[in-house]
């Protein structure tokens, strides 16, 4: 047996359970630490209290300037607590007790704004400590000659260069990030991916990447580091989380720019109401002028807190919610842009299908009964271990009822598939069955002084029509018929097409199949369209046309060919499995190395713009009722007329000022668990997504601040307070 076959026997060992070596339980182990760091709940206690402290940290100009809404908070608690000091030295515009309270809700809604961030924040960096652990200083072999069998001297992981080659036996840790150059072995990848099931490494292909950190199971394998120190993918996913080097993507600095505009609206405007309220006051010889500290508060609710408070956990959640799906981002514009995607580029095998084909029917020639057929074709398939071999025996039991036969009674000497006989099959009791392609098998039938039917060519033009394989099945110089091996499409990607087609994303099927067989599975997959026959050029050339015409474009890849189109694409998905040129190309990573996941990181990327639309909408709104508390406040006893704006019937001015600014700190700590888990995400079109914003959040965002306003009110007057 062949290492390469060694290698599989023992994953398939794995995968059913069974213990293959220690490192076994070391895999499972590691699987439950890396599901546990993953499902972190919204608040843990550990997060929270961290996220405190950083609460604090934050309190610096360099920090709250990155934030210009709340930079303006920060500077008016700064300019209240001048004020109160200078209250409490006999010489304030107030009294000090309640511009010390306004002044304790200015700068906990700076606090709280710094603490959503930091809780997002945290959250990410627990899944980064988590994959922190998995780096160690590894001992490396490191060859004197790239190939098995040379002299090596043990060097630690540290010290290896790009371009160095080491040898990596059973037992031995991967000590940094390269390719396979020899040999074949299975590789425990749980400590990146959480997965136990061990994975195939082997040189020449797309499955020739190893990673650092990761344990070899069997066999060996001799490596060429593609990374030097401090650049492998794991320090890179380690950056990619950690939030703090988190970039603002486009549209959040466009919203960011718009956010700005309104507070300098509202900063301009609220600056002309001292000298306007000097002078009414002057001219209506009553009532008091506004203070500076009224100004402040109203201010700091009139501009959107709400939004420039969670803004930057929102986005921060975006790469988080990434990371708990095993995705890692390369920044939050990747999640934003999948967002914003336009077309996606799905590859057919193991996304829209299965990946493996599935015998469907027997298809007998004139004179042959199908149960006859069905018969010689599971015997021709007992000893063919592939996906393809195994559904044939299994159709033939489930069709006719024909069990598994006791290949040794038999007697049988089995003819494995070969790439120059491209057929396999078996001889047994003076018998010579064969199944494989139409034309090898013809040419096997007239070696044997038979006819090939032309019924048999047109089963097989049929059967290729239908997007199927057929293969033909021959017993001797007789030919029995036809297998027809069919591409299945997955359950349920159909609805998710037609989900993602309400969204208006296009979906493009990308496969190296033919045009027949493409335009049939495309059909039944239900995709939008499909590229047959596809070479890297043509991906390639595919991406350039749609970005031309000023859409995003998302895919996914794992090999080598597919890099350039990665590189192009606006969201491209490299698999984990894949090798070093895809996973450099792409701007997100899937360590689970499912294609199927790239529906999953558009969805989250929608989720996020949702979230972030959803509460831009309710920090608007939720202004309104604001004008209805402190403008009476602070006017009424100018113009008295202005009574009839207060609405709530709010106990005092004094009681008015405070609500207000209480329920605008407030409201930043009661949307934090929403900035941080993102709205529910719902398929659904741009002015549907609109209506219900502000049925939902425009709505609720008038109304929920009357009544909070209100019940402030009435604990501050039942309290004592004002």
Known sequence: MSKQNVARVTVDHDRHGEPHSPQSSAADDSLS????????????????????????????????????????????????????????????????????????????????????????????????????????????????????????????????????????????????????????????????????????????????????????????????????????????????????????????????????????????????????????????????????????????????????????AIGVAGIGRMMQKNVIATSGRAVEAAGDVDVLLLDKTGTITLGNRQASAFLPVAGILQQDLADAAQLASLADETPEGRSIVILAKNKFGIRERDIQSLGATFVHFSAQTRMSGVNLQGRQIRKGAADAIRAYVEDQDGKFPKDVQVLVDDVARRGSTPLVVADGPKTLGVIELKDIVKGGIKERFIELRQMGIKTIMITGDNRLTAAAIAAEAGVDDFLAEATPEAKLKLIRQHQADGRLVAMTGDGTNDAPALAQADVAVAMNSGTQAAKEAGNMVDLDSNPTKLIEIVETGKQMLMTRGALTTFSIANDVAKYFAIIPAAFASTYPALNVLNVMHLATPSSAILSAVIFNALIIIALIPLALKGIKYKPVGAATLLQNNLLIYGLGGLIVPFIGIKIIDQVLVALGLV
């Not at 199971?217 to 060429?224: F, H, I, K, N, P």
């Open 33 to 312: 630490h890396h599901r546990n760091a993953r499902s972190t709940s919204l608040f843990d206690p550990v997060i929270v209290w961290e996220a405190l402290i950083e609460s604090f940290r934050k309190l610096t100009p360099s920090q709250q300037w990155k934030n210009p809404v709340m930079f303006v908070v920060y500077v008016g608690s700064l300019l209240t607590t001048v004020l109160w000091v200078q209250a409490v030295m006999g010489q304030g515009e107030a009294p000090a007790g309640f511009i010390l309270a306004i002044t304790l809700w200015l700068w906990f809604t700076v606090l709280f704004a710094n603490f959503a961030e930091a809780v997002a924040e945290g959250r990410s960096k627990a899944q980064a400590a988590f994959l922190r652990s998995a780096k160690r200083d590894i001992a490396a072999k490191k060859l004197d000659d790239p190939r098995y069998g040379s002299n090596y001297s043990k060097v630690a992981g540290s010290a290896l260069r790009r371009g160095d080659v080491v040898l990596i036996e059973a037992g031995d840790f991967v000590p940094g990030d390269g390719e396979v150059i020899e040999g074949v072995a299975s590789v425990d990848e749980s400590a990146i991916t959480g997965e136990s099931a061990p994975v195939i490494r082997e040189s020449g292909g797309d499955f020739s990447s190893v990673t650092g950190g990761t344990r070899v199971l069997s066999d060996w394998l001799v490596v060429r580091i593609t990374v030097n120190p401090g650049e492998t993918f794991l320090d890179r996913m380690i950056a990619m989380v950690e939030s703090a080097k988190r970039q603002k993507t486009p549209n959040e600095i466009a919203l960011t720019i718009l956010l700005v505009a309104f507070t300098l609206v509202f900063l301009k405007t609220t600056a002309t109401l001292l000298p306007f309220s000097l002078y009414s006051v002057e001219v209506a010889k009553a009532g008091q002028p506004i203070t500076i500290t009224v100004l402040v508060a109203l201010l700091v609710c009139l501009i959107p807190t709400t939004i420039g408070g969670l803004l930057s």
